[in-house]
């Protein structure tokens, strides 16, 4: 997240501010610090989790201070002070000033080492190696059709040909292959299947049969495999825009990446809601847990029950999008979660 996106929020969002004042004593976490210093590790999120109760609202409280320099990144030694404007919260950053041991050499500091919003970490083996994929067989990509050399699998190293990459999107192509469906629990309806991802290649000749090399692989390739544009280029992001949809949302946890029952901070999860919902990178969602049913001692019958409200059990941010559904972190969960827990905007 840069400076410039939180002022931008802020002048895009006016009627914002003064919802938030009025919330000013609920919103901040009790025992707040007055101020932080960023350290190597932070993520914009967990600075702001120090200060709010809810910490993807930072960028409502954001003060771009207008005497730093390229006042563009966080980094490591800047400083976030809490102050007032009136009863309204405000987040400041103030550039650090480390101190710097002198020697003949050229120090610099590269812009990467920017503090990121979310642990990119977390999610980056999602983001270069998880896909859905539309249609159960993958018509209208790319198919292998042979392997050099006549054989059956192929690895690193080998050749591959392929049908038909005439016009190549990329240099580099992702080979996958489609496997479980994702259902709807509430319509049974297949949402899409995930892609598994078998190996990375790179094209050596165009064609309506085109060569590839592979160039690394998790899985052999077989023929009838699928292909799409590389994953690697420009998926990863370090940087996210956390806000609320401004519609109503009513969704449901489908799947938990990571092969896990019990789903906790950190983790990712699939979600029945995608691209045709509205859904955006960095739609912050509210899960809510099933608060079941409980025995009506007044009721009309021994077996009479009431259904309790659902309650709010974690936070997720959505960080990838599909046509139908999409993948979210949870960035903070009360009690362990689980498939089937129901999400809805904030």
């Known amino acids: 997240m840069t400076y410039k996106n939180f002022l931008r929020l ?23 610090p007055s101020q932080y210093v960023v350290q190597r590790g932070d993520t914009l999120w967990g600075i702001a989790d120090r200060f709010l109760n809810e910490p993807w609202r930072w960028p409502d409280v954001w003060y771009v201070n207008p005497e730093i320099e390229n006042p563009h990144l966080i980094y490591p030694g800047d400083t976030i002070l809490l102050s007032f404007d009136g009863d309204r919260p405000r987040l400041t950053g103030i550039r650090g000033r480390p101190t710097i041991r002198l020697s003949p050499s050229v120090r610099a500091t590269r812009l990467d080492q920017a503090i990121p919003t979310i642990p990119i970490d977390a999610i980056a083996p ?17 198919y292998v059709v042979a392997i050099a050399g006549d054989r059956i699998l192929a690895g690193a ?16 192509y992702t080979v996958v292959r489609p496997g479980a469906p994702y259902e709807d629990p509430d319509t049974g309806e297949i949402l899409g299947y995930k892609g598994l991802v078998i190996a990375s290649t790179q094209v050596l000749s165009p064609g309506e049969v085109a060569t590839l090399a592979v160039e690394r692989s ?3 390739i077989q023929i009838g495999d699928r292909l799409i544009p590389s994953l690697e280029d420009g998926v990863i992001q370090k940087n996210y825009l956390p806000h609320a949809p401004d519609f109503e949302v009513d969704g449901l946890i489908i799947g938990v990446l990571g092969g896990v ?38 009721g009309s019958s021994s077996t009479s029950t009431v259904e309790l409200p659902d309650e709010r059990a974690g936070v997720l941010m959505v960080f990838r999008t ?4 999409s993948f979210g972190l949870v960035m903070r969960a009360k009690r362990p979660l689980h498939v ?3 999400v809805q905007e904030p």
């Open 10 to 32: 802020l002048i895009s969002l006016p009627l914002i501010f003064p919802a938030f004042a009025q919330e000013e004593a609920s919103q901040l976490r009790e025992g707040h």
């Open 126 to 142: 999602f983001l270069s190696e998880s896909l859905v994929l539309e249609d159960g067989e993958g018509g209208g990509l790319p």
């Open 157 to 172: 190293g080998d050749r591959i040909f392929v049908k038909s990459i005439e016009e190549p999107e990329s240099r580099k």
């Open 218 to 220: 998790r899985e052999e």
């Open 261 to 298: 029952s019990q789903i906790g901070q950190y983790r990712v999860v699939t979600l029945n809601r995608g691209e045709d919902d509205g859904i955006e990178v960095g739609h912050v969602l509210v899960i809510m847990e099933d608060g079941g049913e409980a025995r009506d001692p007044y």
């Open 322 to 325: 599909f046509e139908r559904v």
């Open 340 to 342: 089937g827990d129901r």
